[in-house]
């Protein structure tokens, strides 16, 4: 249908946050507010509660257990996740792999491996991985979601689109569907449609700091800076809002607008917390 890309184009593999997806969509090291979140959504609602704890502390429990049984599934799915929430993408993709083979008809574990090859930067995998931890007739949204954000990375943002909008069929106005799909428009530089896309996602989802960084983004790039600092610092603290403003500047500032956009990827993020 669509051409697949072997080498993603620059700005959407930039845009890829490194860190955690790292996401948390860690997503590694990520905080979880501002600017540092500017990327597409790929975890799960069940990695917000893990990011709300010490994931090293969870690295100490569950590698015990791991290591004492490598085939406990329930071990490996939260060691793995906290190798995610601390930027070891390396290590999680290993201990999920194993953990996917020996427990093949996972659901659970084939969602955070996919979600794990994502934040190494293996999206064509993590694309196909995702697609087996859920089916037509039982289809997860947020799932369809995160398979949409690896297309986008791939360069492949009308197919991406068609997975956020299956995604919104079961989940309308899903604030973080709409962030996915704004930053899409972002990507192929559709920027009127983005900004559209993320008011929306803003004003049904506002708390999300992911929309906003996003949408300060959208608004950024078309040349309206004051409005984009206002929206990237709104109901923040005093240092985190100049924070966010200086690295929205920073963004901004550049000449080439592509490095500008790729320039919100390098940013340690903000956990997936995801959230989703």
């Known amino acids: 249908m669509f051409q ?17 997806l790292m996401l948390a969509l860690g997503l590694g090291g990520c905080q979880t507010s501002g600017l540092s979140d500017v990327t597409g959504s790929i975890d799960e609602k069940a990695e917000v ?3 709300a704890g010490d994931p090293r502390r969870d690295i100490e429990l569950y590698q015990e257990r791991y290591r004492a049984n490598p085939k406990d599934a329930d071990a490996a799915l939260k060691y793995g996740k906290a190798l995610r929430a601390t930027g070891q993408r390396s290590q999680a993709v290993a201990v999920l792999e194993q ?23 293996n999206f064509q995998q993590a694309f196909d991985v ?34 956020y909008a299956s995604a919104l069929k079961i989940a309308p106005d899903q ?42 983004l959208a608004v950024g790039l078309q040349g309206n800076l004051a409005e ?5 610092k709104a109901d923040l603290p005093p240092a985190e809002a100049a924070a966010n403003v200086a690295q929205l500047k920073r963004m901004l500032s550049r ?22």
Do not use: F
Not at 4 to 20: G, I, N, V
Not at 204 to 214: F, M, T
Not at 228 to 232: G, L, N, V
């Open 99 to 121: 953990a996917s083979i020996a427990h093949p008809g996972n659901k659970l574990l084939l969602a955070a491996y996919g979600r794990a090859l994502a934040d190494n930067g």
């Open 130 to 163: 995702l697609g087996r931890a859920h089916s037509p007739d039982d289809p997860d949204w947020r799932l369809l979601s995160a398979q949409g954000a690896t297309l986008d990375q791939l360069g492949r943002y009308e197919e991406a689109r068609q997975y």
């Open 4 to 20: 697949k890309l072997s080498h993603p184009p620059r700005a959407a593999r930039l845009l890829a946050c490194t860190s955690s």
């Open 175 to 216: 604030p973080s569907v709409l962030s996915n799909l704004g930053l899409s428009y972002v990507l192929s530089k559709e920027l009127p449609k983005a900004e559209e896309t993320l008011r929306r996602a803003h004003s049904i989802g506002g708390s999300d700091p992911r929309v906003r960084a996003n949408l300060a």
């Open 255 to 276: 000449k080439d607008k592509e490095d500008a956009r790729a320039e919100a990827g390098k940013m340690p993020i903000a956990a997936a917390r995801r959230s989703d």
């Open 49 to 51: 509660s893990s990011r």
């Open 228 to 232: 984009a600092e206002k929206i990237a």
